[in-house]
């Protein structure tokens, strides 16, 4: 009885503290020179809340079903093997979208670069 009294306390706790994590990264994302940082709060606090609460991940599966395009990168992070290196860059090319105008944008090029491999000219 001790048992299971602790461990709903214990898992009221994860998920009160991850809704505090999210709330906090939310709020840190519209500070600005944070360079979005605080936006991983987000995603620590949602793992949170996700593994603690059956009804939580219920009504994550009916966001991510109604608004697939802005969850799914969420939800890839949310991963066993999280696939973080891919979602931070194309946050990055998106912000570069967003804030740099067109003929100063260099990273999407940069990256082409990199990818291809030159060829030598045929003699």
């Known amino acids: ?26 709020i840190g994302v519209w500070i600005p020179f944070t360079l979005h940082l605080l936006g991983l709060l987000v995603v620590v606090g949602a793992i949170m809340v996700l593994r603690n609460s059956i009804t939580w991940r219920r009504r994550f599966v009916r966001l991510h079903r109604r608004h697939p395009r802005h969850i799914h990168r969420l939800r890839r992070l949310l991963k066993r093997k999280p696939e973080v290196w891919p979602v931070l860059w194309h946050e990055v090319l998106r912000s570069e979208r967003f804030f740099v105008p067109s003929r100063w944008r260099r990273l999407r090029r940069w990256r082409h670069s990199l990818r291809r491999p030159r060829r030598p000219y045929p003699a």
């Open 1 to 26: 009885m001790v048992k299971v009294a602790w461990r709903r306390f214990r898992r009221g706790a994860w998920i009160t503290l991850g809704f505090i994590l999210i709330v906090a990264g939310l």
